[in-house]
């Protein structure tokens, strides 16, 4: 059973900067990372396959930067210039039917871990 557990959230103010973490216990290409802010329904922010392909929604290109540490099974998300609008609960994912930022195309779920970016 694929288990992932994410970490690394938290608050900060806008401009920041946040790295979160999702451990593994086994690598299942794609993977990525999604959202889900309150009353929202979840989207995608970034994904991965294993040949390194990324995808990145345009709301957090420029800005986000996903990567895969396959020897430590970890998949991070590198979040800066946070705006008030990242705040969300953000979940990893894997699993993937193919590289894409449509949830319906994962399997594999974490908990989520929250981000809260003020003013």
């Known amino acids: 059973q694929l288990q992932l557990v994410e970490s690394g959230g938290g608050s900060v103010q806008a401009g920041g900067s946040l790295r979160l973490s999702c451990a593994l216990n086994?690598?299942?290409?794609?993977m990525g990372w999604f959202r889900q802010a309150p009353g929202k329904e979840r989207e995608g922010v970034a994904t991965?396959?294993?040949?390194?392909?990324?995808m990145f929604a345009d709301s957090v290109k420029g800005r986000f930067i996903i990567s895969a540490d396959n020897a430590k099974k970890f998949l991070y998300l590198q979040m800066n210039s946070l705006k008030p609008e990242d705040t969300a609960m953000y979940y990893c994912?894997?699993?993937?039917?193919?590289?894409?930022?449509?949830?319906?195309?994962?399997?594999?779920w974490g908990q989520g871990t929250q981000v809260t970016v003020s003013s």
């Open positions: 994912a894997a699993g993937g039917k193919w590289l894409s930022l449509d949830r319906s195309d994962f399997g594999y």
């Open positions: 086994e690598y299942t290409y794609p």
């Open positions: 991965i396959d294993s040949d390194g392909t990324k």
